[in-house]
């Protein structure tokens, strides 16, 4: 009996594909385009190709240990200390292997935060076993700092072997300089009070690590990977060196620093970061003559990513922010409810941010396979360009003097400002794409809950003596946010928000597709659209407009309808008092004649949505 797959060609009869081939079919595709309009950059200007060979000769980069699972962080944030108690309890019941306590006043913090008191640490760890290979991350600042000393306190009040402890204590002034934008201290008085605290915990018999070198400070003000890979080493080595300036030895000193990053859901440049960073960090340590030791880094998902419209979407992103944090080998990964941008998460969003984690564990087993991203092509360019490109970067804060003195002459903060700058041209031409915010919005999606919750008030922490240009966090989609609230304030005063009316010119082949654009555009700034059949006679169109109720309108339709309609379209919306009329597509030839008609503006696909927008809000006011 003759098998059906019997004449079908084996693997080895068909021919090799080469890059020629691919090119051939890839520039039939082009039509004559450059090839270039398929290489991509990012905000360092790092080139990336369409097709990379293998990668050969090449070893894993070395990270967690061989198939080791990474810590499934919890954040706990709720000021107050009994019902955060309750949470992490819940959260270690349910599969999270570590805490991350959050203490008002951290780089971190977003509003919220345990309070510093002894009281607080005593209350929030009650019942926590914390010698039961519980990893425990502090995140804290200057007006919070004490509260790594009442929790190393409660440690040994409790009789617990702080060796058997694993946490880790988060101090990190740079980060909180850098956040803050001044320092009541010189570096030079700084360095002596870390240290100290460092070798005073380190005598109590904790194992560490101490010191946080936190890039989420560069991530969370709209920085580039190189910026937030370069921050990380600046701290790291001005940690290494004050540490060993008080007499600690360098071997010794090595295990006490760490690094915390940014998890995004640019998946091949979060993988190529964190890889990256394990391997500059080697090059500091071979370069201090000690033998490289995997670097402990701690991941969190972007703040900056998180919508407070549509925030569902949030957990898409963090899944991919973790997915490739995983991949790449963090130690340690805190995922970001994705209610966080809008308040403080209720348990639903603190279930699903510690799912998020376990299913990718426990299901899809990312954590068998070593870094698995080892010979791709792709990323081990991108890995390499950004060891490149981030080592210059960390050279030219070490000529500056180190890290602080970076921060004090603007170095950091100038290409943070100019990354943030070329980004946010990029959401405000939604090329950068936030789903739910400025593409794909949602004006009829319910309230989404939050608990209600008081913050802790901290007194200022001393005198603003330094001064220098602050990185604050941001969220990219805070502009369109910034637009919905106002349709949501007029919804309330008014009982309707601001309405487009789609002019649908023609057979709904001709409109279609122009007119789902529009409607994506104007609602992502909250002014609703209101769709309409397709016309041919003006009366009827403006007929439709007044019934609409609608203060704008747009019309919308193919090129070939545009030639032969848009004009006097325009005209009669415009008699009908239509006085800010915009057109789907690109301005041509015609644009002249259409503005005479009554045109005023036209949205198309890498347009300035954000700008025009706003402007139409301010038309609108001025009407």
Known sequence: MTSVTDDLPLAADFPKAT????????????????????????????????????????????????????????????????????????????????????????????GFGLEPTADAVAKVLKDIHLDAGIGIELQIGPQSRMAAIHVAEYVKSKGLDPAACDIRFGLDPLAACAVWGHSPYTWEEIAPAVTGGIKGLAALGFKGPFASADGRVIHDAGGSEVQELAFVLACGVAYLRAIEGAGVPLEAAQGMV???????????????????????????????????????????????????????????????????????????????????????????????????????????????????????????TLTAQLCEAAWALFQESEKAGGAFAALQQGLFQSKVAAARKARDANIAKRRDVLTGASEFPNLHERETAVLNATPVALAPYGEQKYKFDALPPIRLAEPFEALRDKSD???????????????????????????????????????????????????????????????????????????????????????????????????????????????????????????????????????
């Open 19 to 110: 890059v020629e081939d691919w090119r051939k079919l890839v520039d039939g595709v082009l039509k004559g385009a450059p090839f270039e309009k398929l290489v991509g950059k990012t905000y360092d200007g790092l080139k990336i190709d369409p097709l990379y060979p293998r990668a050969r000769g090449v070893a894993p980069v070395v990270g967690r240990a061989a198939a080791a699972p990474w810590q499934i962080m919890q954040r706990i944030d709720h000021p107050d200390a009994t019902a955060a108690n309750a949470q992490a309890l819940q959260d270690l019941e349910n599969g999270a292997t570590g805490l991350a306590l959050v203490f008002a006043g951290g780089n971190d913090a977003h």
């Open 489 to 623: 304030a007029a919804l309330k005063a008014h009982g309707a928000r601001p309405k487009v009316f789609l002019a649908n010119l023609g057979t709904p082949a001709d409109f279609t597709a122009r007119a789902t654009f529009a409607k994506s555009f104007f609602e992502a700034g909250g002014i609703q659209a209101i769709d309409s059949e397709g016309f041919a006679d003006p009366a009827k169109l403006v007929a439709a407009f007044r019934a609409s109720g609608a203060e704008l309108a747009c019309l919308c339709s193919s090129d070939k309808v545009y030639a032969e309609h848009a004009e006097a379209a325009a005209k009669a919306l415009q008699t009908a008092g239509t006085r800010h009329i915009y057109l789907a597509g690109r301005p041509t030839e015609a644009e002249a004649g259409l503005r005479a008609a009554g045109v005023t503006g036209f949205v198309f696909a890498g347009g300035d949505a954000l700008a025009t927008l706003q402007d139409a809000y301010r038309r609108m006011e001025q009407a």
């Open 258 to 380: 760490y690094a915390r990053l940014a998890a995004d859901a640019d998946q091949f440049l979060t993988m190529a970061k964190f890889r990256a960073l394990r391997l500059l960090w080697a090059r500091i340590e071979t370069a201090c003559g000690l033998t490289p030791k995997p670097l402990f880094i701690a991941a969190d998902t972007a703040w900056r990513m998180l919508t407070q419209r549509d925030p569902y979407v949030n957990m898409l992103r963090a899944t991919m922010a973790t997915f490739a944090a995983g991949l790449a080998g963090a130690n340690a990964i805190t995922v970001l409810p994705h209610t966080l941008a809008l308040g403080l998460p209720d348990p639903f969003a603190r279930r699903v941010a510690r799912n998020t984690q376990l299913l990718l564990l426990e299901e899809s087993n990312l954590a068998k396979v070593s870094d698995p991203a080892a010979g791709a092509g792709g990323i081990e």
